[in-house]
C-alpha cells in the first residue's frame, strides 16, 4: 500500500495536469466536500478520486504480480537516495571549507 502512494505521489500530478486540459465538466472540476469533526473538510473531486484510486490498485496489482518487486524499488530508492545522502553534503563541505584540489605532483613535492 505504501508502495501505491508513493507512485501516486510521483505520477499523481502529471496526470492531473493533463486532465485539466480537458474542458470544464462536472467529473472533473465540480469540488465536493465532506465535513470531518475535527479535521475541517475534505475538498475532492470525483475524478481525483477515481484516478487515485486506479493508480494504487494498479501498482499494488502490479506488485502482487511481481515476485521481487520490493526489492526493486528498495534499489531505485538507494540509487535515488544516494545524492542526498553523501555526494551533497560533501559537495557542500568541499565548498564552505575551501578545500583545494590535491594531486600526485603536491603530495610528493
Known sequence: MLIGLVEYAAFGNALRNML?????????????????????ALRFTMC???LGSCIVGTTTLVAMLMPFFNDIMVLIGAFSFWPL?????????????????SGVKEGYS
Open 85 to 101: 545522502a553523501v555526494y551533497f553534503p560533501v559537495e557542500m563541505y568541499i565548498v564552505q571549507a575551501n578545500v583545494k584540489k
Open 20 to 40: 485539466t486540459r480537458w474542458k470544464r465538466g462536472g467529473f472533473v472540476h465540480r469540488i465536493y466536500a465532506i465535513k470531518l469533526p475535527f479535521c475541517g
Open 48 to 50: 481525483r478520486l477515481l
